[in-house]
Each structure stands twice: as C-alpha cells, then as structure tokens.
C-alpha cells in the first residue's frame, strides 16, 4: 500500500526561525507535490518537483527532492506569521502516468510572535 | 482564485439522501479530478476524468458516482449519504493527466449529513 507520511503533524514556530518538513513516501515515483491550505480554505499549490535533486524556492519557503531515499524536504527559512497554514505533500498514485495523488496528513504550522 | 469553480459551497441533507456537487475546471484544462477531506480519513483521491473519459478510480464508494460532460464540467453524484459522508469535497483539474501537473483545486463544497 502507498503510504505519504509527514512529519511533524504539527510545529509551533517562532518568527525569525528555521525548521523543516519532512515528506517520506514508500512508492518510487520521481514526482512531488506541496501544498498549503489556509483553515477553512481551498488548497493551494506551492511546488511540484519532478525529478531527483529538484529544488525549487519560492520566498521564505525552499523545497528539494531525493527520490532514491524517497523523501522531500520542506525548509522554512525565518518564519513570519504569515506562513501559518496546513502544508500538505502529495506523490502519483501511478508513479506519475496519470497525476492522480496520495497526500500526507499534512503539518499544521503555527508561527507565533 | 484558482479559476476551478464549485457549486454549491455548503449543503446540508438527511441520512439516505442523494446530492450532486457541481465542478467547473479551469478554461482549457481536460482532466478533473474528485477529492474527499474528512478530519479522520484525511485527504483522499476519490476519482479523475479525463476529458469526458473515466481515467482512474482512488478510494470512492458504490454509492458514489461521477461524470465529465461534453463541456468538461464534473458532477459527483452522492447516494444513500450516511453520516460519515459528511466531509470536504473539493474538485481540482489540470491541463493533462501527464502527472508532473499542477492540480487547481476548487474552493470545496462541505456537506453536513444529519
């Protein structure tokens, strides 16, 4: 069974601070996804990675891929409030021929003052 | 705004009834695809169309049913609704179901069965 798993579920952050996200995925697909959703709202794409030793940024957020260890990072560099919301990453079921997606369960990001 | 567009945005119905959530994709996008999110189950791929054509099925039930028209909207039929159908149901589409897409998703439609 394909499995998507994120850790933390949840982290609470000081602004100014760094951490990261971690995506582990059991299925060897070279294609990622990450999204976020603000509470109450739609999702919102953030990035896709398609090939092993992507990396792509966008503001203060920079995510990468490794498909061999079959993990991608999210790395959030001196968090604002802004950046409060759920991230959700997300693989092909079908390795990438389709574009139908798992998600993780998603980590609740809490940026406090 | 994604330009994916979802009608209606809230429903409320009974337990044994039948609703029909309404997805229109983004102009010049081919595939939909229909997601369920449940604070237990999570986010789950329920189905994906494919320019008029069933391309995949994920995690969707008998009772649930869906269909692309000729102008590319979806409608995701729910029948005999129990309880535990209440939940988020977004649609999302995409230009081709290549994988390596990016997937817009609709704002949702929340069903509350009681």
């Known amino acids: 069974e394909l499995k998507v798993e994120q850790n933390p579920l949840f982290l609470s952050m000081q602004e100014g601070k760094n951490y990261t996200i971690y995506c582990n995925y059991s299925?060897?697909?070279?294609?990622l996804y990450w999204y976020r959703q603000d509470p109450g709202k739609s999702l919102e794409s953030l990035f896709v990675?398609?090939?092993?030793?992507a990396v792509k940024q966008e503001g203060r957020l920079m995510a990468s891929l490794d498909t061999k260890a079959r993990l991608s990072t999210l790395h959030i560099t001196a968090a604002v409030h802004d950046l409060s919301a759920t991230y959700f990453c997300?693989?092909?079921?079908?390795?990438?021929?389709?574009?139908?997606?798992?998600f993780g369960k998603g980590t609740k990001l809490s940026v406090k003052p | 705004d994604s330009g994916v567009t979802q009608t209606p945005k809230h429903l409320i119905t009974a337990t044994g009834q039948r609703v029909t959530l309404r997805c229109s994709p983004r102009?010049?996008?081919?595939?939909v695809y229909w997601y369920q999110q449940s604070l237990d189950q999570g986010l789950q791929f329920l189905i994906h169309?494919?320019?008029?054509?069933?391309?995949a099925k994920g995690n969707i039930l008998e009772r649930f049913s869906a269909q692309q028209f000729p102008d590319l909207h979806s409608e995701l039929n729910l029948s005999s609704l129990e309880l535990g159908d209440s939940a988020l149901y977004f649609c999302?589409?995409?230009?081709?179901?290549?994988?390596?897409?990016?997937?817009?998703f609709g704002p949702g439609t929340r069903l509350l069965v009681l």
């Open positions: 997300a693989v092909d079921i079908d390795g990438g021929s389709q574009g139908n997606l798992i």
């Open positions: 169309y494919y320019n008029g054509e069933e391309r």
């Open positions: 299925t060897t697909s070279d294609r």
């Open positions: 999302a589409s995409s230009v081709a179901p290549l994988g390596g897409e990016t997937q817009y």
């Open positions: 102009s010049g996008d081919l595939s």
């Open positions: 990675l398609l090939s092993n030793g």
